[in-house]
């Protein structure tokens, strides 16, 4: 089977799963990457994710360049196809994107990705998130793509959103600190079947401590 999967209960079940061919083919470039996706699965501290702060329920907006992607775009496209494709095997149209993604898509290697961020580990932590309990959130869909980690959000009605980039880019954030791969590295955004918007976490002043 070339997907490896486990079921995380997380406030609600949340199923992590990699693409193992397309895991270990794409992040030859970051070993640490590969070794965080592979590690996770038996060494995730599930009691941080019903305690402290999720990503996805941050609501202040960061200083974020944000660009709309006109036209078609390949995330747009799985999207669609994943929502046809699998509209009688899963219930919610997240696992019917992901899981499309996931088997179809060359760049997509993993889905659910849990990821953590402790107070010690952020300048500013308590500050920003006033509470020193860990922050938490789960990737919907990692790629690699020209030498970039894509850290992707589905949203639908993705052009109603006014947090989601703040959301993600704290993914990568966090992903940046578990693998101590440089945000350099990374590429966030956010999609539907309709839009797709991308920024670079790498910017300066993102976030004002």
């Not at 990699?18 to 270990?24: A, M, N, S, Y």
């Not at 499309?100 to 060359?106: A, K, S, T, V, Y």
């Not at 954030?173 to 797709?196: E, K, Q």
Request: charged share 25%; with cysteine.
């Amino acid at each position: 089977m070339s997907i490896k999967q486990v079921s995380f209960k997380h406030g609600w079940f949340y199923f992590y799963r990699i693409h193992e061919p397309k895991t270990q083919a794409l992040t030859k470039e970051f070993p640490t990457l590969n070794k965080f996706l592979y590690d996770v699965f038996g060494d995730c501290p599930d009691e941080y994710f019903n305690e402290g702060p999720r990503s996805s329920a941050l609501k202040f907006p960061l200083n974020i360049n944000l660009e709309a992607i006109e036209g078609d775009h390949e995330v747009k496209l799985l999207t669609k196809q994943g929502l046809e494709a699998n509209a009688t095997r899963y219930k919610s149209a997240h696992s019917k994107v992901q899981v499309h993604m996931l088997e179809e898509d060359d760049m997509t290697i993993g889905v659910e990705v849990p990821l953590w961020l402790n107070a010690d580990e952020y300048e500013g932590y308590e500050k920003l998130f006033s509470t020193s309990l860990p922050l938490t959130g789960h990737i919907d869909v990692l790629r690699i793509q020209d030498g970039k980690i894509w850290v992707w959000d589905y949203k639908p009605n993705a052009k109603r959103e006014k947090y989601a980039a703040t959301q993600v880019y704290f993914y990568a954030l966090m992903l940046s600190v578990r693998t101590g791969i440089s945000l350099d590295h990374f590429m966030c955004g956010y999609f539907d079947s309709a839009d797709a918007y991308v920024f670079d976490p790498a910017k300066d002043s993102i976030v004002e401590n």
